[in-house]
């Protein structure tokens, strides 16, 4: 299931409605749903936020193989950002003494089972997978 939304932060509604209506046809668990929309979350707002003069729309999709989710999210237009290489939050300081950023790519990255990142042709795609149980 794919569906293309426009770069802005109020699209945040349409695709939460498009993520409840993949994880309903899939019955997927709350669990799953929640770590879906944390995600999908994360990455269209970071790519709208760092990345404004991206194409107009961002792709994202999702599909079922087998025991394994897959969102993918398609940002063009972009300049290189591969967030498997980005700099790790600093959860092992005071809250007074961290700096702003990079939380949200942390919670992802616990989340989530396995993450790639290729560029090409200045287009960034992101593939998160994450291991459905039972």
């Given amino acids: 299931m794919e569906k293309h939304f426009r770069r802005a932060t109020n699209s945040l509604e349409g695709i939460f409605a498009f993520l409840q209506e993949f994880a ?3 019955g997927l668990d709350e669990s799953v749903t929640y770590v879906m929309n944390l995600v999908v979350e994360e990455l269209f707002t970071n790519m ?4 404004p ?9 999702l ?7 897959v969102m993918r999210l398609v940002d063009r237009d972009v300049d290189e950002f591969d967030i498997t290489r980005a700099k790790k939050a600093s959860t092992d300081l005071p809250l007074e003494q ?8 942390h919670l992802i990255k616990h989340m ?6 290729q560029y090409k042709d200045n287009s960034s795609v992101i593939t998160i997978i994450k291991e459905l149980k039972g």
């Fill in 112 to 117: 989530v089972d396995e993450i790639d990142y």
């Fill in 24 to 26: 309903s046809a899939e």
């Fill in 48 to 51: 709208v936020k760092h990345s």
């Fill in 98 to 105: 961290r700096k702003p950023g990079g939380l949200g790519l």
């Fill in 63 to 69: 599909t079922r193989e087998g025991r394994k989710l």
């Fill in 53 to 61: 003069g991206g194409a107009a729309e961002i792709p994202i999709s």
